[in-house]
């Protein structure tokens, strides 16, 4: 038996050990554009790297991996060698000892379908698609784009009000930033490669401190073009967007509905983290340009009416300035507060007085952490946080949570609120809640489930509820404008269901952050893209796609096009071969390409989804030659989750079934007849209303195959003789019914 020592850390360890924490670092501060192909390779060699050598999967295909990928940088790969890539980090996949090698297979092949695009074109064109239009990640990752390296290094030189100009070019609110922005620029900057990034959001503070905002002069106006544009809210959006309009030479008017501007960041944040005096800085530098403003406006139809006649074009921009309920027993009570109320109240200078209370606020959020600490500042004897998850699972940023902290609050964490108990004068006087244990990653976050513990009683005095905003966009939806669960329908140039009316910020995206607000209003004064919703009129789909397709359009506020095809002009469709699919899809999206042209839209979409993947789609071959993206499949999204998520959104033909091309329902090499569909689709109409569910009539000569859901056998069944009676009225011979029930596809059997 060998003897047992106490072994030092060995020199060459120890240095690797540091490498691979600069490595580390390197990671976080990965720029975005580059070569996806080129950066899965580099981590495909760590992962080489830390192989023990025991098995060959890990041993000999990882190195054979490498040597695949590398073929595709330099040029030397064919469309075998893609395939061979695939193949190879399937076999590893399922072969490797351990997770140094099923994992890194795992990693090859996410990345392999995560930009297949990529691949491609690196093998057919010699291209990467990775760009580097902004190289600076800083400037990438901040949604107004602001210049971060030019003000910084403006600031250095000592010339903070020229600092002020250039950061103003991209945000004329260069105060509120320097306050409260959350900072995203921070979290790719370069200087994480050797030690931390640098604190941009502490130097655009020195710069507004050195020079405030309201005394360096807005730049000059170009001349006046006569047109009119009126913004509804006086926030951060609107604001933004009347500054760039106005300097553009169109006149802007601004409609707010209290009585001084800001939106949240006057009736949302506190005194104590963004002094009204220096939000009033940023305002006054905006409103120099000669913005007309009118105060205490409320805007209904009417009002909307004569606005549109009045103006040239309108931008919505009334964020999200209500409350979120709750719902739970007792929250009528007496002293139960809503969050968004309390701090409405504060901006307009009508501070709560809570001497000797004791305060509980309910969520994890920013606005519960500002919540608290204004409980604090008004005389609080106790404020405690409940929140249903943990401390590291709160949304709030994380400097926020430790002031409260600090400040002497309680965080009270997987505790999920069950109700508000109230005294005999209907006071609140406590709030129960059940523990909580973290359960299964959803979202990126554990999500908390019952614990095996009795319910709680937390006394208080007063219970603030900070869980979230709700927009009011009743009066809008009223005037016509389409909205969704709330949020208006706007597409990326911020433009609605009717012409001329735009809209964006937290009325669009829902409640989000100061610096996303003014990118939204910066993108509107900006032309922008249109996203359009084109739907094939095709007499081998259901006629009645067609109106449908133009109704859930309007819902979602898109553009809808129609393109009318008939694809049996083809002989070679018409005779219905078994690669009729991909010939169909070529003829269909050559003709949307054209489309997208006269358009000037650069990108065309599709819906296939991750299932189509793994069923026979020639079509899809079609896809890739003409460049279609299909964004469902890329982040592999099944067919079940695409119809959950249409539900969660409220559109209305979410629980419809799916109604696939109608030569679907003929054998290959069955010439395709336009009576014949006629007559099935008319059959499967009949079916589909009986029955409910997925149907298929499937013909095979003068034999009719029905195809319907298991849990519609028995009704099938009970209404036989009226089903056939109707189906051969239709001129059907013979009609079966098929035991193993509906399957998407059950003509392809057999194919590959």
């Known amino acids: 038996m060998s003897r047992l020592s106490v072994l030092s850390t060995d020199k060459v360890d120890a240095t690797t050990e540091k490498l691979m924490k600069e490595f580390t670092q390197r990671i976080v501060a990965n720029p975005p554009g580059v070569c996806p192909v080129d950066m899965l390779l580099a981590f495909l060699k760590v992962c080489h790297a830390q192989t023990c050598g025991k098995c060959v999967p890990c041993r000999v295909g990882l190195g054979k991996l490498e040597d695949l990928l590398e073929s595709v940088l330099d040029n030397t790969a064919t469309a075998r060698t893609l395939d061979l890539i695939e193949k190879t980090a399937e076999n590893i996949k399922n072969s490797a000892d351990c997770a140094i090698g099923f994992e890194s297979a795992r990693m090859v092949l996410a990345g392999f379908e995560g930009f297949k695009e990529d691949f491609i074109s690196h093998v057919e064109k010699h291209q990467c698609l990775g760009t580097f239009e902004q190289p600076i990640p800083c400037v990438t990752l901040c949604p107004a784009n602001v210049d971060i390296p030019g003000y910084i290094a403006l600031a250095g030189a000592g010339r903070c009000a020229d600092a002020v100009r250039l950061i103003r070019k991209d945000n004329p609110f260069p105060t509120a930033c320097a306050l409260i922005c959350e900072h995203p620029c921070e979290e790719r900057c370069r200087r994480n490669i050797i030690d931390d990034s640098i604190n941009i959001r502490g130097m655009k503070r020195y710069i507004v401190d050195h020079a405030p905002a309201d005394q360096v002069p807005v730049p000059e106006k170009a001349p006046a073009t006569g047109k009119k544009v009126a913004i509804i809210g006086g926030g951060p959006c609107g604001l933004t967007a009347a500054y760039f309009l106005q300097l553009m030479g169109h006149q802007t008017t601004v409609f707010e509905e209290k009585s001084k501007l800001g939106g949240m960041l006057r009736y949302g944040i506190p005194n104590y983290r963004f002094p009204r005096e220096r939000l009033q800085q940023d305002i006054d530098a905006i409103l120099s340009t000669g913005v007309d403003v009118k105060m205490n406006v409320q805007i209904g139809t009417e009002q909307m009416n004569q606005i549109r006649k009045e103006y040239d074009a309108v931008y919505i921009a009334i964020g999200a300035h209500t409350d979120k309920k709750l719902g739970l027993e007792g929250e009528d009570s007496n002293n139960v507060i809503s969050a968004v109320d309390m701090l409405r109240k504060i901006g307009d200078g009508n501070y709560p007085d809570f001497s000797g209370k004791r305060v509980v606020v309910v969520g994890g959020g920013n606005v519960a952490m500002d919540c608290a600490r204004t409980a604090i500042r008004s005389n609080a004897e106790t404020v405690s946080i409940v929140y249903r998850r943990r401390q590291e699972d709160m949304t709030a940023l994380a400097a926020e949570v430790e002031g409260a902290i600090a400040e002497g609050i309680e965080l009270l964490t997987l505790k999920a609120p069950l109700r508000v108990e109230a005294d005999e004068n209907g006071n609140a006087c406590a709030l129960w809640v ?6 299964p990653v959803k979202g990126g976050r554990p999500a908390p489930r019952k614990a095996n513990k009795p319910e709680e009683r937390i006394e208080c005095d007063i219970v603030l509820v900070a869980i979230g905003q709700d927009i009011v966009s009743k009066p809008f939806e009223d005037f016509g404008i389409a909205a969704n669960r709330g949020r208006l329908c706007a597409d990326d140039s911020g433009a609605l269901n009717m012409v001329g009316i735009y809209a964006g910020g937290d009325c669009v995206s829902g409640p989000a952050t100061v610096i996303k607000a003014i990118a939204a209003g910066k993108a509107a004064a900006k032309d922008g893209s249109k996203v359009y919703a084109v739907t094939f009129d095709s007499r081998l789909h259901p006629s009645c796609d067609l109106e449908i397709a133009n109704r859930v359009a309007a819902e979602l506020g898109g553009v809808h096009k129609v393109i009318h095809v008939n694809e049996l002009e083809q002989e070679a469709i018409r005779m219905n071969p078994l690669n009729r699919c991909y010939l169909c899809k070529k003829h ?14 650069e990108t065309v979409m599709d819906g296939t989804n991750e299932d189509d993947h793994h069923v026979y789609r ?71 209303e009986l029955l409910g569910g997925n149907v298929r009539l499937r013909l095979h000569g003068n034999v009719v195959r029905i195809e319907a859901d298991k849990t519609s056998f028995g009704k099938l069944l009970e209404h036989g003789d009226e089903i056939v009676k109707h189906l051969k009225d239709l001129g059907f011979v013979y009609i079966t019914m098929d035991l193993e029930g509906f399957r998407s596809g059950s003509m392809d059997v057999g194919l590959k």
């Open 588 to 601: 269909l999206f050559v003709n949307l390409k054209e489309m997208a042209k006269s358009l000037g839209a």
């Open 434 to 439: 059940q523990p909580q244990i973290i359960g």
């Open 618 to 688: 020639p079509g899809i071959q079609a896809l890739k030659e003409l460049g279609i993206v299909s964004p469902l499949a890329e982040l592999h999204i099944t067919k079940a989750e695409v119809k959950a998520m249409a539900k969660e959104w409220g559109i209305s033909v979410a629980s419809r079934p799916s109604t696939p091309c109608m030569a679907t329902r003929l054998p290959y090499n069955t010439p395709i007849d336009y009576d014949v569909m006629k007559q099935i689709e008319v059959g499967e109409g009949y079916l589909r």
